[in-house]
């Protein structure tokens, strides 16, 4: 069973600094993309940055280029967003989420997601 | 960047009614259009990729259609279940994707 378990959430103050975590388990997490997709309080979904599965590729929304790192250590099966100079529109629910491929390496969208971890930038 | 344009925005119907979402995209991305269902509190779930292929464990009263700029999300016959807000998303420039903005289905 494929399941996705993020961490590290909580409140930062603006210009703060805080590290996600997405621990994977039940398939192999090397051979697939990851991504990180966020909601703020009542909006919509929002991709935020993707990462392929070597960890050779990182990509990010030019609304989080510059201050977030995205990650993975794949002898741990785990992801990280780290996230510096945090502001008030980060705010938000964090999401990792695993790609389908029906023909790789063209991903065709997001098979399974983390339950979500809450990141809330005030002072 | 390419842009999702969803509708209607809200849509009110009844448990047994048949309902489409329209996802028009601002530029052609051939068939890489995904299909969410998100409830309150809880993440998104994948239900149709490649514009028409339904996900594993996904009832077939789903089904999507279309290709190029135009795709639509069908519910065949509503169940209270199915009362959640709808997302379209667009792959064909991953990994920059986008989402459109979404469609809140409610009981009527």
């Known amino acids: 069973e494929v399941q996705l378990l993020e961490s590290g959430g909580g409140l930062v103050q603006p210009g703060g600094s805080r590290r996600l975590s997405c621990a994977a388990s039940g398939f192999a997490f090397n051979n697939y993309a990851m991504d990180w997709v966020r909601q703020a309080p009542g909006k919509g979904l929002e991709w935020v940055s993707g990462?392929?599965?070597?960890?050779?590729?990182?990509y990010y929304a030019d609304s989080v280029k510059g201050r977030f790192t995205t990650s993975r250590d794949n002898s741990k099966n785990t992801l990280y967003l780290q996230m510096n100079s945090l502001r008030a529109e980060d705010t938000a629910v964090y999401y990792c989420?695993?790609?389908?491929?029906?023909?790789?390496?063209?991903?065709?969208?997001?098979?399974?997601w983390g339950q979500g971890t809450v990141v809330t930038v005030s002072s | 960047d390419i842009q999702l344009t969803q509708s209607p925005s809200f849509l009110s119907a009844s448990v047994g009614d048949r309902v489409t979402i329209t996802c028009r995209a601002s530029q052609g991305i051939s068939s890489f259009l995904a299909w969410y269902q998100q409830k309150p509190g809880k993440a998104p779930k994948l239900l149709i990729y490649a514009a028409s292929t339904l996900q594993n464990g996904v009832p077939s009263r789903f089904s999507g259609s279309g290709s190029g700029t135009e795709f639509t999300l069908t519910i065949s016959s509503l169940q209270p279940e199915d009362f959640a807000t709808y997302y379209c998303?667009?792959?064909?420039?991953?990994?920059?994707?986008?989402f459109g903005q979404g469609t809140r289905l409610e009981i009527k």
């Open positions: 989420a695993k790609v389908v491929y029906r023909n790789y390496p063209w991903v065709d969208g997001f098979d399974f």
């Open positions: 990462i392929s599965g070597s960890g050779d590729s990182t």
């Open positions: 998303q667009q792959l064909n420039s991953y990994p920059s994707i986008t």
